[in-house]
């Protein structure tokens, strides 16, 4: 029987993780949106799925930040800190794409307010050299 536990989708990439370099993660935002199955798993049998998912996050190399659901939205949030490499990171994405519980799923790779401020103060390099065309 499939389960909605995250860390059971990603048994298939725990041998991309053991060859990661964890020096350098990046941090992604989860948004998950359940389907019927999945509910009827979840209503089967209720948990606080956090510590499993963590436990599956942690054995590939990245961090759990945060669990959440939306209230009145029934979507799933979960941020998550991976190393920084862009085919793990993938292989971790589309992990969730075959199991068939899911209506929609996005990643949304998420940066820190300094580095926003960073961003901003390279918009008129971007737009000087968009004049150049």
Do not use: C
Request: aromatic share 8%; hydrophobic share 45%; net charge negative.
């Amino acid at each position: 029987m499939r389960t909605f536990l995250l860390p059971a989708v990603l048994a298939a990439a725990a041998s991309i993780a053991s060859a990661q370099d964890n020096s350098a993660a990046r941090t992604f935002l989860f948004v998950g949106t359940p389907n019927g199955a999945a509910w009827e798993m979840l209503i089967a049998s209720p948990a606080d799925r956090e510590a499993s998912v963590r436990g599956g996050i942690e054995k590939l190399g990245g961090e759990l930040l945060s669990y959440h659901w939306g209230l009145g939205d029934g979507k799933n949030y979960i941020t998550v800190s991976l190393p920084d490499d862009p085919t793990f990171i993938q292989a971790f994405y589309l992990s969730r794409m075959g199991d068939g519980l899911l209506n929609d799923y996005q990643m949304i790779e998420m940066m820190s307010s300094s580095d926003m401020a960073l961003a901003l103060e390279r918009v008129e390099e971007v737009k000087s050299a968009d004049d150049l065309k």
